[in-house]
């Protein structure tokens, strides 16, 4: 495994199905999958019980089809599937890196890779439609970038800003401009 990978690998929470109040905790470490679990009731025969845990190595994750069920019921089977791939060595390198440093990536994509980049996860749908890619995509098609232009950017954003064509900035920093000279005269 990985040396540099740090000791826990994957921490999840959650309660347990409906009606139940149980809580439940599932780690996984470089060596081991670790479940806890804390029975919550009203009922004076479980007050006394106390926490629960299942600690194994990722050998033995694999061949507990009990914790696996458990697991699945609680948390859901993509969780396990992730679990599983991490018992197994198979690890997402991408998850593990930095917002700043994958944006710095996802900025010399070109546009329709973005797009479908986007649709893989939540993360990467957040990252590609961040003001802060779409700032450096910006920069990056642009010679100079004005004052005015970081201005009209910060009102509609960067993103915005690159897909409006040439003449609709031109026009939409014209409208900026006379505004601003407006509220300039009003104040005097």
């Known amino acids: 495994m990985a040396s540099w990978l740090p000791e826990t690998l994957f921490e999840i929470v959650g309660q347990g199905p409906a009606p139940s109040k149980d ?10 999958v670790i479940f806890r679990w804390w029975k919550i009731s009203l009922r004076s025969e479980y007050r006394s019980t106390k926490p629960g ?5 990722h050998e033995e994750f694999l061949e507990n089809s009990h914790l696996q069920v ?8 993509r969780i396990l ?13 991408l998850e593990r890196l930095s917002d700043n440093l994958l944006l710095n990536i996802i900025s010399y994509l070109d546009l329709e890779d ?18 802060e890619l779409w700032e450096k995509v910006v920069q990056s098609a642009c010679d100079t970038i004005t004052p005015d232009m ?19 900035l031109q026009r939409q ?16």
């Not at 809580?23 to 081991?32: E, F, I």
């Not at 845990?53 to 190595?57: D, I, L, P, T, V």
């Not at 458990?70 to 089977?77: E, H, V």
């Not at 018992?87 to 390198?93: H, L, Q, S, V, Y």
Request: with cysteine.
């Open 114 to 131: 973005i797009a479908r980049l986007s649709q893989t996860s939540r993360r990467f749908a957040q990252l590609c439609m961040s003001d």
């Open 23 to 32: 809580y439940y905790q599932l780690l996984v470490t470089r060596s081991q």
């Open 150 to 168: 970081r201005a009209l950017a910060k009102d509609i954003g960067w993103r915005q800003m690159f897909f409006t064509n040439k003449l609709q």
């Open 81 to 93: 599937d992730y679990v599983f791939n991490l018992c197994e060595g198979k690890f997402d390198f």
């Open 70 to 77: 458990q697991i699945a019921l609680i948390f859901g089977a």
């Open 173 to 188: 920093l014209r409208k900026r401009k006379q505004r601003q000279g407006s509220q300039i005269n009003s104040t005097f």
């Open 53 to 57: 845990e299942a600690k194994e190595s």
